[in-house]
T-cell receptor
Framework: KNEVEQSPQNLTAQEGEFITINCSYS?????LHWLQQHPGGGIVSLFM???GKKKHGRLIATINIQEKHSSLHITASHPRDSAVYIC???????????FGKGTKLSVKP | DAGVTQSPTHLIKTRGQQVTLRCSPK?????VSWYQQALGQGPQFIFQ???????QRGNFPDRFSGHQFPNYSSELNVNALWLGDSALYLC???????????????FGPGTRLTVT
């Protein structure tokens, strides 16, 4: 079993829909990251959170440390949101991040 | 303020050759991590450099080595390339991570390596 599991693996939505991507992890962490990767490879950090909830524009990220679960929500989705969304965790004395396999989101106009 | 930069953007090498990839961290960052991302997979941690030393290492063979310079820039070297080394190589920098994994990591655009 992978240490970081994301669901769904693939997601297709219509423009304007509310989107949720889930991430569960099995290791102790000090922070969880949500990343966005567009075709071509570049990764952009969306959120780093260790508790509660963060919001940036139409993006909302939540984390429940006790349940080892995080969600990324996109409100009023737009075709430009189409990308791979990756959950990654970093913990304790580990400097590295452990990544999920990503969720490929496609938003249709 | 320049973010993380990597060079080259694309590279094609032949099996058995050696390759060097370069990374310049975001201004003010002192810690550089390298990741390998195979097609369709999440990135895998290779190693992290801080204060010019390898601080942590993932499950990669000794063919993968690195270096960090006094200006915090870093190189990733891969010797005796295999076909399986074909991947996107990502560099990420952090401020004062000191191996804690707490700092927010800023990623470069990656170098796509193809081994034929």
């Amino acid at each position: 079993k992978n240490e970081v599991e994301q669901s769904p693996q693939n997601l297709t939505a219509q423009e304007g829909e509310f989107i949720t991507i889930n991430c569960s992890y099995s290791v102790g962490i000090s922070a969880l990251h949500w990343l966005q990767q567009h075709p071509g490879g570049g990764i952009v950090s969306l959120f780093m959170l260790s508790s509660g909830k963060k919001k940036h524009g139409r993006l909302i990220a939540t984390i429940n440390i006790q349940e080892k679960h995080s969600s990324l929500h996109i409100t009023a989705s737009h075709p430009r949101d189409s990308a791979v969304y990756i959950c990654a965790v970093g913990g304790g004395s580990q400097g590295n991040l452990i990544f999920g396999k990503g969720t490929k989101l496609s938003v249709k106009p | 303020d320049a973010g993380v930069t990597q060079s080259p953007t694309h590279l094609i090498k032949t099996r058995g050759q050696q390759v060097t990839l370069r990374c310049s961290p975001k201004s003010g960052h002192d810690t550089v991590s390298w990741y390998q991302q195979a097609l369709g997979q999440g990135p895998q941690f290779i190693f992290q450099y801080y204060e010019e030393e390898e601080r942590q290492r993932g499950n990669f063979p000794d063919r993968f080595s690195g270096h960090q310079f006094p200006n915090y820039s870093s190189e990733l070297n891969v010797n005796a390339l295999w076909l399986g080394d074909s991947a996107l190589y990502l560099c990420a920098s952090t401020l004062n991570a000191r191996g804690t994994g707490v700092g927010e990591q800023y990623f470069g655009p990656g170098t796509r390596l193809t081994v034929t």
